[in-house]
């Protein structure tokens, strides 16, 4: 499988401006199972901010298994980072972390990530350490 190439799209309203990273979404689907007025991956774009308020856009976000999606107040303080970090193994699925954690990746490249960070824990990842969404298709358990 061809590696992703790393994109970050940027969506901006009055409020709040929408961070994409499709390398690193696991196409969960949860995105667009609450907000399809926002979340539209049949439409171009395929997030459209005037579809609902803010802070519901926020709220589905905060929703998002693999931080692919994130969002950056405007005119707000910088956020606490001193938070506790958290690892979960997603049954059948990736290894995900909530919280603030730093990867280098194999280059020695050092990545800081604040919210919820998937991990790939099936080894069929073409985007490693970060889980692509690979383990449905090899059929991974754990």
């Known amino acids: 499988m061809e590696e992703q190439k790393k994109i970050t799209k940027h969506y901006k309203n009055d409020d709040i ?9 696991i196409h969960s ?3 667009f199972r609450g907000l399809s007025n926002v979340f539209n991956p049949q439409k171009r774009p395929w997030i459209t901010l005037e579809g609902a ?8 976000i905060d929703d998002c298994p693999s931080g692919a999606l994130t969002y950056i107040k405007h005119a707000e303080e910088p956020q606490n980072l001193d ?10 699925g990736p290894l ?4 603030n954690i730093s990867i280098k990746d194999a280059e020695g490249n050092l990545t800081k990530k604040y919210k919820t960070t998937a991990l790939c824990r099936c080894g069929a ?13 090899v059929g991974f358990e754990g």
Not at 17 to 25: D, K, S
Not at 96 to 99: I, K, R, S, T
Not at 125 to 137: A, F, I, Q, R, T
Request: proline share 6%; hydrophobic share 35%.
């Open 96 to 99: 995900l972390v909530y919280g």
């Open 53 to 60: 308020e803010s802070e519901a856009i926020m709220k589905q």
């Open 17 to 25: 401006t929408v961070v994409w990273q499709p390398h690193i979404c």
């Open 83 to 92: 938070v506790e970090t958290i690892v979960e193994p997603l049954q059948n």
């Open 125 to 137: 990842s073409s985007n490693k350490p970060y889980c692509d969404g690979s383990h449905v298709k």
């Open 29 to 31: 689907a949860i995105c």
